[in-house]
């Protein structure tokens, strides 16, 4: 069975450390559903999170061969422990008159951000979790939608000491 699995890295900041761990999935014919990379609370360090599909055997075996690579300093699973997690998406639809107050119940519904608006379309700021977005650019593809982008899934453990490795290299 394929379930989606989150896996966050601590890496050191250096060059070429994106492009090993993309590899290292690549080598292995494994999808990466989304990546996101940005520092962390720790100086010279960043945080990766990988979001991918596989069953149990594969998210160990990721996490195991993750930890092994040069400059991935700890590999946790988060869907081990609770955690939140958030996309963000950008939509510009195409802004008839006559659905104006229609699409504005949603906007409202799904509390998003209107951060663009022209004569003729208007940008959607969309953040949540990834099923909550999905869910919301279902309902929006009867408006036309021009253009979309997403930032991809990032995530964290709630609560304090959550941070443990799954495995460390």
């Not at 896996?7 to 900041?13: E, P, R």
């Not at 994106?18 to 999808?31: C, D, K, T």
């Not at 663009?116 to 919301?136: H, M, R, W, Y």
């Not at 609560?159 to 443990?164: C, D, K, P, Y």
């Amino acid at each position: 069975m394929s379930n989606r699995f989150l896996l966050s890295a601590t890496v050191n900041d250096t060059p070429g450390v994106l492009q090993r761990v993309a590899g290292l999935f690549s080598r292995r014919s494994y999808n990466i559903e989304s990546i996101t990379v940005g520092p962390c609370e720790q100086e010279g360090r960043s945080r990766m999170i990988v979001a991918a599909r596989g069953d149990d055997a594969l998210v160990r075996q990721m996490c195991s061969q993750l930890s092994k690579l040069i400059d991935v300093l700890d590999v946790v699973q988060l869907q081990e422990r609770p955690f939140v997690s958030r996309d963000l998406m950008l939509v510009k639809l195409r802004m008839e008159p006559s659905k104006r107050s229609e699409l504005q119940s949603l906007i409202d519904t799904f509390r998003c951000s209107v951060i663009d608006v022209s004569p003729d379309t208007v940008i959607l700021q969309v953040v949540g979790d990834t099923e909550k977005n999905d869910a919301f650019l279902q309902l929006l593809r009867p408006y036309g939608i021009l253009e979309m982008t997403r930032t991809g899934e990032t995530a964290m453990s709630r609560g304090l000491g959550e941070r443990e490795p799954t495995s460390i290299g």
